[in-house]
């Protein structure tokens, strides 16, 4: 069955930085678009930044445009998002999913993708 698993969480201080994994298996990783959403206490789950099969395209929410990066490595079916310049909003547990973008798809809409893991928590201290 498909399994994916997040890592790399855990606490820092506003202005740093985290590298989160996610690493997929029981699915042909580069058949799939992958993407990065985030729930915090209270409040729905929302898109974070997703990544095209072969990707070449990659797509951020607002609050994150010029502070996130994603990328994928096909070869180890791995996504990667890395977060620089850390605030304390981006507190929330962070997902990671696996989708098939179709026309007319919204990206960075979670009800897009198929398969979840069970998410790595982030919390930025102020």
């Known amino acids: 069955q498909v399994q994916i698993v997040e890592s790399g969480g855990g606490l820092v201080q506003a202005g740093g930085s985290l590298r989160l994994s996610c690493t997929a298996s029981?699915?042909?990783?580069?058949?799939?678009?992958m993407g990065w959403f985030r729930q915090a206490p209270g409040k729905e789950r929302e898109g974070v930044s997703v990544?095209?099969?072969?990707?070449?395209?990659?797509y951020y929410a607002e609050p994150v445009k010029g502070r996130f990066t994603i990328a994928r490595d096909n070869a180890k079916n791995t996504v990667y998002l890395h977060m620089n310049s850390l605030k304390p909003e981006d507190t929330a547990m962070y997902y990671c999913?696996?989708?098939?973008?179709?026309?007319?798809?919204?990206?960075?809409?979670?009800?897009?993708?198929?398969?979840w893991g069970q998410g790595t928590q982030v919390t930025v201290s102020s």
């Open positions: 990544i095209s099969w072969s990707g070449v395209n990659a």
């Open positions: 999913a696996a989708g098939r973008w179709y026309a007319g798809a919204w990206y960075l809409d979670p009800g897009t993708y198929n398969y």
């Open positions: 029981g699915l042909t990783f580069d058949d799939y678009a």
